[in-house]
């Protein structure tokens, strides 16, 4: 993907739905395209890295910035804190770079708030994307968080119940891609991300 208009682009889906599939994907195949790497407060899954992944803090570590004022948006996600650094996305955008947001349905809503706090034709405004990824059914959402294996059976089922919640959010946002069959909803998110960047 190239991205002629740098975009500051969010992409939501319930667990499992294969967001960071297709966000792994775009970010390999895309050139000045960077990923958010968000803080959270849950623990490393697999072989998750610090500060690749995300930024791993402990509780106390996380309440500190909030205080100060760093997160851009924050939210408790199946009961662990996640958000976004201003000082992440000003960098990207400072830098002419597209970056993708993979947040969920409460840090969305925060963001188009401040995005249209903003006044109309504003660069960052105008650079504004949201997408949601769903799959075709929860069956096909539990499937594939099994077969992932990196969640303990409890969390799968947190997982699944914020699934419902989440995907009755979809409509909230510009676009909705259902992640049946990978190539083709990758091909469907390029599409989008293309006609926007134009
Ligand atoms: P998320 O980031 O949304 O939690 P992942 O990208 O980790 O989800 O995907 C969850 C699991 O589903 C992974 O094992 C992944 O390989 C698989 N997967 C992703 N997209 C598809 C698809 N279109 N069809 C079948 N399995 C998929
Ligand atoms: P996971 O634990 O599977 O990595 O992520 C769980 C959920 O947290 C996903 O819906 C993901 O989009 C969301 N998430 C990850 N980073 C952030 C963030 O910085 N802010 C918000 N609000 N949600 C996030």
Known sequence: MNFNKPLLIVVSAPSGAGKSTLCNKLLAESERLVYSISCTTRKPRGQEQDGVAYHFLTEEEFVARIENGDFLENAIVHGNRYGTLRSTVEQALKQGKSIIMDIDVA????????????????????????????????EELEARLNKRGEDAPDVIQKRLNNAKGEIARANEYQHIVVNDELERAYAELCKILAEASK
């Open 107 to 138: 840090g969305a809503a925060q963001v188009r708030d401040i995005i249209n706090a903003l006044p109309e034709h504003n660069l960052i405004r105008d650079s504004f994307i949201d997408i949601f990824i769903t799959v075709p059914s929860i």
